[in-house]
């Protein structure tokens, strides 16, 4: 079967580091996204990871280990805008849709 | 400016009446997609298209229904037939291709009294 299991809930304090842990299982695994969702909006694409290691993209950085089916996102500098619900969801050989996680919202605090 | 236009922002419905959302894309995307968002759960996906005129049922498409006569449009029917269809809905499309990001709209929030 699939799964995707995610903290519900982090809170960090402004400027600190916080990491998003992200375990799935599924087969067929082609890479995984992590997408950023302010409440009541859309969620906007944040990184996509294929191959094992750690991609970094300004303040925020995403690693994948395939062989533990384990990915982060690491955020850096926090500021109150982060304060967002992070999702994180694969897609497989053959599939036409991405399987979400239940996502995990960060409250950053002062 | 590309991007994907759900309207309306909010929906109030009587139970017993059928509703549609309306989707609309500038970006020239083959495919689209309609996903269902509830406290606690994952996106979930009620239905899918990869070109007009064709469309496939994603996990939870019972009580629902959609049409794909252009590109741009991917409008959603939920049906009284929907045992719970207060929830937030969300739109998106991409390109197809594999890694190929979800473009997503802002959602239409609906409820259903």
């Known amino acids: 079967g699939q799964n995707i299991d995610q903290p519900t809930e982090m809170t960090a304090t402004e400027g600190a580091i916080v990491q998003i842990n992200c375990t799935y299982q599924?087969?067929?695994?082609?890479?995984l996204f992590w997408y950023q969702q302010h409440a009541g909006e859309a969620p906007t694409f944040l990184s996509y990871n294929v191959l094992d290691g750690l991609e970094e993209k300004g303040r925020f950085s995403s690693f994948l280990s395939r062989s533990k089916g384990y990915s982060y996102l690491l955020l850096k500098e926090l500021q109150m805008k982060d304060s967002a619900s992070y999702l994180c969801?694969?897609?497989?050989?053959?599939?036409?849709?991405?399987?979400f996680g239940t996502g995990t919202r960060l409250t950053v605090i002062p | 400016d590309g991007g994907i236009t759900q309207s309306p922002k909010y929906l109030f419905r009587k139970e017993g009446q059928n509703v549609t959302l309306s989707c609309e894309q500038n970006?020239?995307?083959?495919?689209m997609y309609w996903y269902r968002q509830d406290p606690g759960q994952g996106l979930r996906l009620i239905y899918y298209?990869?070109?007009?005129?064709?469309?496939q049922k994603g996990d939870i498409a019972e009580g629902y229904s959609v049409s794909r006569e252009k590109k741009e449009s991917f409008p959603l029917t939920v049906t009284s037939a929907q045992k719970n269809p207060t929830a937030f809905y969300l739109c998106a499309s991409s390109n197809k291709q594999s890694a190929s990001p979800l473009h997503f709209g802002n959602g239409t929030r609906l409820t259903v009294t």
């Open positions: 298209s990869q070109i007009v005129n064709d469309f």
């Open positions: 599924t087969s067929g695994f082609n890479g």
């Open positions: 969801a694969f897609d497989q050989t053959g599939a036409n849709n991405l399987f």
């Open positions: 970006l020239n995307h083959d495919a």
